[in-house]
């Protein structure tokens, strides 16, 4: 079986920083995109950054200069540092793989979601 699981997240001040972990564990062949998205009640998912496995990285304008997402490939696990948080980065944040099982295939996974909420 594979999954995702993720850590990192909790309440902070704003201007704080938090640093979210996902692990993804199981009969896995390769992880081709590895991201981040996050949900705020009311509102749609939305993507907030994204790593290839070559490192090339994509992020919302939101979230520009302030996140950075990096993955360590011989973990297969993927992080996303937070920094210079602002109230309206409250959402739960969920981790997201593309990814190649051993005996399935090709699969799209989902994390559990890790609440991160920032306080003004």
């Known amino acids: 079986q594979v999954q995702l699981v993720e850590s990192g997240g909790g309440l902070v001040q704003a201007g704080g920083s938090l640093r979210l972990s996902c692990a993804a564990s199981?009969?896995?062949?390769?992880?081709?995109?590895m991201g981040w998205y996050r949900q705020a009640p009311g509102k749609q998912r939305e993507l907030v950054a994204s790593?290839?496995?070559?490192?090339?990285?994509d992020y919302a304008d939101s979230v520009k200069g302030r996140f950075t997402i990096s993955r360590d490939n011989a973990k297969n696990t993927v992080y996303l540092q937070m920094n210079s948080l602002k109230p309206e980065d409250t959402a739960v944040y969920y981790c997201?793989?593309?990814?190649?099982?051993?005996?399935?295939?090709?699969?799209?996974?989902w994390g559990q979601g890790t609440q991160v909420t920032v306080s003004s």
């Open positions: 790593i290839i496995s070559g490192g090339s990285t």
């Open positions: 997201n793989a593309d990814l190649l099982n051993l005996v399935v295939g090709r699969l799209n996974l």
């Open positions: 199981g009969s896995i062949y390769s992880i081709d995109v």
